[in-house]
T-cell receptor, first 109, second 115 residues
Framework: GIQVEQSPPDLILQEGANSTLRCNFS?????LQWFHQNPWGQLINLFY???GTKQNGRLSATTVATERYSLLYISSSQTTDSGVYFC???????????FGEGTQLTVNP | DAMVIQNPRYQVTQFGKPVTLSCSQT?????MYWYQQKSSQAPKLLFH???????NEADTPDNFQSRRPNTSFCFLDIRSPGLGDAAMYLC??????????????FGPGTRLLVL
């Protein structure tokens, strides 16, 4: 099956710093989503981005489908950005969303 | 606001005692999913309903069952919970325009503890 690898696995930042999270995938995808799982466990949609670039406030994402990777940028990080960031993909021959193992982000005040 | 609701947020059950988790949605989405997430792991799909059609994942234990009596509600039944079933259970929905193009929206989850 498709492999989804996220890096780094853990990231610790000071408030105000910028960061880049990466998601590599091993096959062509029809669907790529970025989620933030907050400390209470809820998965929150950040982006639906099978290709191209999108921005939402301090967050932006870019997917280069031909090179099989996606990047999530967080600028001017805040303590509320802490949690786990998941990348999830859906391949054309598959029937389910496949999640990466996540990046655990901690933003310290 | 349109949303995915899960009740209860925390559930404690005894080893072997059947338990039911519930999910409701006001998004009028065709597809509803149940995921299991254990500590420090990614969510794992158990099954999903596309309208009334039930789709079970090959590796989902028989101990886990699901019911969808109508568009808005979906239930997860664990017939004989074991200690290994303690986890966060996440419900999600999507429009169903084509699963590969769908955006999935998640509820807040139910954290299950088995004593």
């Amino acid at each position: 099956g498709i492999q989804v690898e996220q890096s780094p696995p853990d990231l610790i930042l000071q408030e105000g710093a910028n960061s880049t999270l990466r998601c590599n995938f091993s096959d062509s995808v029809n669907n790529l989503q970025w989620f933030h799982q907050n400390p209470w466990g809820q998965l929150i949609n950040l982006f639906y981005i099978p290709s191209g670039t999108k921005q939402n406030g301090r967050l932006s994402a870019t997917t280069v489908a031909t090179e099989r990777y996606s990047l999530l940028y967080i600028s001017s990080s805040q303590t509320t950005d802490s949690g786990v960031y998941f990348c999830a993909v859906f391949i054309s021959s598959g029937s389910r969303l496949t999640f990466g193992e996540g990046t655990q982000l901690t933003v310290n005040p | 606001d349109a949303m995915v609701i899960q009740n209860p947020r925390y559930q404690v059950t005894q080893f072997g005692k059947p338990v039911t988790l519930s999910c409701s949605q006001t998004l009028n989405h065709n597809v509803m999913y149940w995921y299991q997430q254990k500590s420090s792991q990614a969510p794992k799909l158990l099954f999903h309903y596309y309208d009334k059609d039930f789709n079970n994942e090959a590796d989902t234990p028989d101990n886990f069952q699901s019911r969808r009596p109508n568009t808005s509600f979906c239930f997860l039944d664990i017939r004989s919970p074991g200690l290994g079933d303690a986890a966060m259970y996440l419900c999600a929905t999507s429009r169903g325009v084509g699963l590969a193009q769908d955006t999935q929206y998640f509820g807040p989850g139910t954290r299950l503890l088995v004593l």
